[in-house]
């Protein structure tokens, strides 16, 4: 596939761990650590093909909502991940950002986030997004309140706030919005997800559970996103002049 037909851009929820392990009659977290791999898998072969930002939703603000002893095996094995996984992603040129109210998890977990953060701060090859304690309406209001801040500091006036200063208040400020988003495990919902940035993206669902989400499964979305005609308003005709 040429370069170009690589979407700058991939958001993806992954979705169907706990499926995946009913399956095999497993409790729900050996699908979240099947996930996990699937993960590593997935990072490696976007930035492979090309693929300039990875967003991947690992944890939703309703996802506090699951029984506690779920909450926990989840932060549980971030903690592991994150501390097994950060220095092969700083050597591979990988910048990690989490998106989401990372104050609200434990003083450990919150450290090793930031710890992260700042020692794959320098590099650019691959922009590597984790959505975490992360809702899109979280994300909405949080920029809002800040516009509604720099309102009443007297440096903007209403009638200038236009769409991309409320982009640079959010979650993902300085990025582009995705090109292609990937829902695994057979729903077709964006289950408040990146609700603002998504507004142009291409949708791509898939039944595979996200522990089955191989690279050639990412290779399909990849290859269905090449033939969609984007056209942000424009005519067929307007696109292809
Ligand atoms: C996604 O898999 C992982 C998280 C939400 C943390 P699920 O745990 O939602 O798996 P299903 O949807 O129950 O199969
Ligand atoms: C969305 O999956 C969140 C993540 C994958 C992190 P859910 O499994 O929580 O979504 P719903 O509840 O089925 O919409
Ligand atoms: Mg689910």
């Known amino acids: 596939m040429s370069d170009e037909n690589i979407p700058n851009h991939v958001a993806i929820i992954m979705d169907g761990n706990g499926r995946w392990a009913k399956q095999r009659k ?12 699937a993960t590593q898998e997935i990072i490696k072969a976007s930035g492979e093909a090309g693929v300039k930002y990875l967003t991947l939703f690992a944890f939703s603000s309703e996802n506090w909502n ?41 003083k450990k977990l919150f ?34 309140k800040k516009l509604i801040q720099a309102v009443q500091d007297g440096k903007l006036s209403v009638s200038d706030i236009k769409d991309t200063d409320l ?35 291409e949708l791509y669902f898939c039944e595979a559970l996200w522990p089955d989400f191989s690279p050639s ?7 269905s996103f090449a033939t969609r005609q984007r056209r942000f308003g424009k005519t067929q005709e307007q696109i292809e002049e």
């Open 26 to 37: 497993l409790p729900r977290t050996a699908g979240h650590r099947e996930g996990v791999k």
């Open 167 to 201: 982009d640079n208040k959010l979650a993902t400020q300085d990025m582009p919005a995705p090109d292609l988003f990937i829902r695994t495990g057979g729903e077709q919902r964006l289950s408040n997800f990146l609700l603002w940035q998504l507004a142009y993206a």
């Open 217 to 223: 499964e990412l290779n399909k979305a990849f290859k």
């Open 66 to 106: 699951r029984p506690k002893s779920e909450v926990s095996a989840l932060m549980d094995l971030f903690m592991r991940s994150l501390k097994n996984e950060v220095n092969n992603l700083a050597e591979n040129g990988v910048r990690l950002k989490f998106l989401g109210d990372t104050k609200a998890f434990s």
């Open 111 to 144: 450290q090793q986030i930031q710890m992260s953060e700042e020692m794959t701060s320098d590099n650019d090859k691959l922009y590597l997004n984790i959505a975490v304690n992360y809702g899109g309406k979280w994300d909405i209001l949080e920029a809002t």
